[in-house]
C-alpha cells in the first residue's frame, strides 16, 4: 500500500507517490493519457546545412575556379537553378566527378564561410526550441568521401556552434527525423513534414512561382532574417 497518493490534474486520477510526492506512476500516466498538444512549447526542429547555414555553393565554386575546373566569371554569381553545373557551364558528370575530389583534397566542407545570418539564426534556435537537430545528405560515390564528407561537417559545426546543444543527422532520408519545425533550400520540397511548418530557405535557386507541395501543403519561403517573425506568426496560429 502506497503511503500516500497524488492526484492528476487531467483527469483527477489517483497514483501513488513517495513522502516527498514523487510518483513514477503518475509521470507514466501524463505522458502515456495526456501528451503535450502540439503548438505548447516548441519542441524540434530540423534545419539543413548547405544552403542553409554553410555557403556550400559559394566553397564549391571558390574551390572550380581556383582548380581551372572551370571558368572564373561563372563563380561570380549564383545559380539561380539548383542544377549548379548548368548554370557553372559544365556537365553534371564533370560536376560529380569534382565533387569528390573537392572533398578529399581541398576540405569542400570545412573551408567555407557560414550562409550570412546562419550562426546568430542558430542561437536564436537554441534559445527557442529544445533541440536543434542539423539533417543533412552527406552521401557521396566513395565510403571516403561521405567519411571524409562528414568528418568536415562536424569539424566546420565544432567551431562555429556548441557542438554540444546541436544534434546531426547524416541522411537522405529527411522525413525520417520528424519535427515541429524544418529548413531546408531545396526546391524539390521532398523534405516537408505532415503537420510541421515546412520554410523554404530563401535561396537563388528556389524561387519557383508557387510553393505546394503533394500532401503537406504550401512551404513557406524565408531566410535567416525573417524567420522569427514566421515561427512567431505560426506559433500564434496554433
Ligand atoms: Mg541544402
Same mark, same amino acid.
Given at each position: 500500500?502506497?503511503?500516500? @497518493? ?10 501513488? *507517490?513517495?513522502? +516527498? ?5 503518475? &509521470? ?32 564549391? &565554386? ?11 566569371? &561563372? ?10 553545373? %548548368?548554370?557553372?557551364? /559544365? ?12 572533398? !578529399? ?5 570545412? /573551408? ?5 545570418? *546562419?550562426? +546568430?539564426? !542558430? ?14 545528405? %552527406? ?5 571516403? *568521401? ?10 566546420? !559545426? ?7 546543444? /546541436? ?16 529548413? +531546408? ?8 513534414? %505532415?503537420? *510541421? ?26 531566410? @535567416? ?5 514566421? /515561427?512567431?506568426? @505560426?506559433?500564434?496560429?496554433?
Amino acid at each position: 500500500m502506497a503511503e500516500c @497518493w497524488i492526484k492528476c490534474a487531467y483527469c483527477e486520477t489517483w497514483h501513488p *507517490a513517495d513522502r +516527498d510526492g514523487r510518483s513514477p506512476e503518475l &509521470a507514466l500516466h501524463v505522458q502515456r493519457y495526456h501528451p503535450k498538444p502540439g503548438g505548447e512549447g516548441m519542441k524540434t526542429v530540423n534545419v539543413d546545412m548547405d544552403g542553409v547555414i554553410y555557403d556550400f555553393v559559394g566553397t564549391f &565554386a571558390k574551390i572550380a575556379v581556383e582548380q581551372r575546373w572551370m571558368p572564373a566569371e &561563372a563563380g561570380d554569381s549564383p545559380p539561380t537553378q539548383w542544377a549548379m553545373w %548548368k548554370h557553372w557551364g /559544365i556537365s553534371r558528370y564533370m560536376f560529380y566527378q569534382m565533387f569528390d575530389v573537392a572533398i !578529399l583534397r581541398h576540405g569542400l566542407f570545412q /573551408i567555407g564561410d557560414p550562409v550570412p545570418g *546562419a550562426v +546568430d539564426g !542558430l542561437a536564436y534556435l537554441l534559445d527557442r526550441f529544445e533541440r536543434v537537430r542539423v539533417v543533412t545528405s %552527406k552521401q557521396m560515390k566513395t565510403p571516403e *568521401a561521405a567519411t571524409a564528407a562528414q568528418q568536415q561537417c562536424l569539424a566546420w !559545426l565544432a567551431r562555429h556552434v556548441n557542438p554540444s546543444a /546541436i544534434e546531426v543527422a547524416f541522411t537522405s532520408n529527411k522525413r525520417g527525423y520528424l519535427a515541429d519545425v524544418v529548413i +531546408d533550400d531545396k526546391p524539390t520540397l521532398q523534405w516537408t513534414q %505532415k503537420g *510541421a511548418l515546412n520554410v523554404l530557405f530563401d535561396q537563388p535557386w528556389n524561387q519557383m512561382s508557387h510553393y505546394k507541395t503533394e500532401d503537406h501543403g504550401y512551404v513557406v519561403r524565408a531566410g @535567416w532574417k525573417g524567420l522569427d517573425r514566421v /515561427i512567431e506568426i @505560426w506559433e500564434g496560429m496554433k
